[in-house]
Structures are given as structure tokens and as C-alpha cells.
């Protein structure tokens, strides 16, 4: 164990499985099957609410993933699915985000650590880069993005329900300006990442 190893978060989980894949002609990368998504969350001590929070986030982010694939999007529902599962398994750390990623990485899933890395914060490319391509994995981080961004505890809500009850926790922080300076931008992040994964699915309409 490295020194600067959380002790919460174990470096050896055991079996590896796989969950359904689809939308790739291409080997699908390795991920954790629904076992040992579950293991993970017994390992890192994952709270019940949170562990609900997660099924939540995967319905919602495999909807979004089916609607892609649907679409002509080569997108990886084993990723999707692993991934959204266990992206708050390490909540009760600082940075969960990175701590989660640094255990699935250490596990040998890089695409799903990829994509919980990044479950707070996406970068949305702009019309013309997506035009030209979307960057590896840039899809299925968008989905459990989308998805966490759509669940709030374990109900689906609108974006604006979902950050209006963040915003509120901001206008009572020590540094309200720079917490509603954050919580804005993260807000129009996620508009853009919406209205670009429409635009992929249904040609902008809402559903």
C-alpha cells in the first residue's frame, strides 16, 4: 500500500466480471461486474443512501446511453453501467471523485476510472469539435455525468431542481461569491453537455 493510499479504499478487490455491452464493434474494455461493484462498496464502507444514489445514477445513465446507441452513437452501455455504479463508492473520502478513480485504476479498469475522474466536472466540446469527433470515452463520461447531474439522493429531477437545491447550500458558504461563481458555471456546463447529448440523440428536441 502506498503511503499516500487512503486505508478506507483496499488495493485488491478480487474477481473481475462484465456487464452487458453494446454499441461497439471493438473489444469492449474489462470492467467490474454488478458483484463486485457491490464488493467495492462494502470495501470502501459506501453508505446505503449513497449506494442508492448510485442505482439511481445507473438507470438514469444507461437511458441516456440506450438513446445514444439508438441514435448511430458508438457508446459503451459496460463502461456506462460499471461506471455510474460505483461513482460515489468513495463518497466518504475528501475528493471521492479521485479517490474512486485511483481505486478502479489500481484494479485495472482504466476506462471506468476514466469516467468517474470526471463525474463532477465535463468539459463540453462545442458544435464544431463534435462535429469532427468526440474525444475517447468523451460519451460515456457524459452519460453518468448527465445522469448524476439528473438524480438527486435517489430521485430523477431536472437540471434546475438539481442545482437549485445546490445553490442554496452556496449562498450559505463562507465564500458565497465564489461558491455561486462555481455553482454557475457548473450549471452552464451541464446545460451544454444536455443540449449536445439532445442534439446526438433526437436533433435537439426535449424529451
Known sequence: MSTNQNPAFPEALGHRGGMEPEGRGAVEP????????????????????VRRHCM???REAERIARDLHRAGCQ????VV????????????????AREGAA???REGYEAVAEVIACHHDLQCPDLSEAA?????L????????????????DRTVTLEERFEGSRRRCEQSADRERALAAHRRRYEEAKRIESLIRLL???????
Open 132 to 136: 469532427e469527433g468526440l474525444p475517447p
Open 75 to 78: 457508446v459503451s452501455l459496460s
Open 81 to 96: 453501467q460499471s461506471a455510474a455504479m460505483v461513482h460515489d463508492a468513495a463518497r466518504t473520502a475528501g475528493n471521492h
Open 138 to 153: 468523451w460519451l460515456e463520461k457524459a452519460a453518468v455525468y448527465l445522469a448524476d447531474k439528473r438524480v438527486m439522493e
Open 103 to 105: 481505486l478502479l485504476r
Open 201 to 207: 440523440t433526437d436533433g435537439g428536441r426535449e424529451s
Open 30 to 49: 474489462e470492467v467490474p461486474g454488478e458483484g463486485e461493484c457491490r464488493r467495492i462498496w462494502q470495501c470502501c464502507n459506501t453508505p446505503e443512501p
Open 56 to 58: 439511481a445514477v445507473r
